[in-house]
């Protein structure tokens, strides 16, 4: 039962445009939300974060909107870079618990 | 030092062939995890330790066997393996439950079961 979802397998943006990533949860108890970048053969690299008593949270160019009454985050990459290239994994935890939840992951390509 | 380390890179071995993985962190966490990922896969969790003990295990099947020596270390033993057990193996730290603080990864282990 997947708990976290991304719908979009992939993305093509141009670059110096706006990416914008989404991910949908269906646990209401979830009240950590992370995104991972990962290279292939690499280990995931974390991102941004956010709790759940923010809506938004940004952090140089990716900023990261909440929407919890529609369990639904998303992450903006403004402007995109050809070495933002990579798959972007959403999590969510339980901030009381150990255990993170990943999306499938969406695959964004930049075109220069 | 903000960093996972991981060894070795990667990893031949065939299915009667026992070998470990290890797991190094220097950060304080007290939270460490396995994860199993899979190529366009998202990361699948195996085992984690909280404060040096296993407290989740993912019905993971004997042939992989964790080890927690200190709060540093992490180690996963393999033992007859499969063929589909080849895979990227990601260690990941983590303050501990609480607090709202992130996994760090390290950087994995190419493990190919021939």
């Known amino acids: 039962d997947q708990q976290v979802k991304q719908n979009s397998p992939s993305l093509s943006v141009q670059e110096g445009r706006i990416s914008i990533l989404n991910c949908d949860y269906t646990n209401s108890m979830f009240d950590y939300f992370l995104w991972y970048k990962k290279y292939p053969a690499e280990g995931p690299t974390f991102l941004i974060s956010?709790?759940?008593?923010?809506d938004k949270n940004e952090d140089g160019r990716f900023t990261v909107f909440l929407n919890k009454s529609a369990k639904h985050l998303s992450l903006h990459i403004v402007p995109s870079q050809p070495g933002d290239s990579a798959v972007y994994f959403c999590?969510?935890?339980?901030?009381?618990?150990?255990?993170?939840?990943f999306g499938t992951g969406t695959s964004l390509t930049v075109i220069p | 030092d903000t960093e996972v380390t991981q060894t070795p890179k990667h990893l031949v071995m065939g299915m009667t062939n026992k070998k470990s993985l290890k797991c190094e962190q220097h950060?304080?966490?007290?939270?460490m995890y396995w994860y199993k990922q899979k190529a366009k896969k998202p990361p699948e969790l195996m085992f984690v330790y909280s404060y040096e003990k296993l407290s989740i295990n993912e019905s993971v099947p004997s042939r992989f066997s964790p080890e927690c020596p200190n709060s540093s270390l992490l180690n996963l033993h393999l033992h007859a393996l499969q063929p589909e057990d080849s895979a990227l193996y990601l260690c990941?730290?983590?303050?501990?439950?609480?607090?709202?603080?992130?996994?760090?990864f390290g950087p994995g282990t190419r493990l190919t079961v021939l």
């Open positions: 990941a730290s983590r303050r501990g439950p609480n607090n709202y603080n992130e996994q760090f």
């Open positions: 950060m304080g966490h007290r939270a």
């Open positions: 956010i709790s759940s008593i923010k």
């Open positions: 999590a969510a935890s339980e901030n009381t618990g150990n255990q993170f939840y």
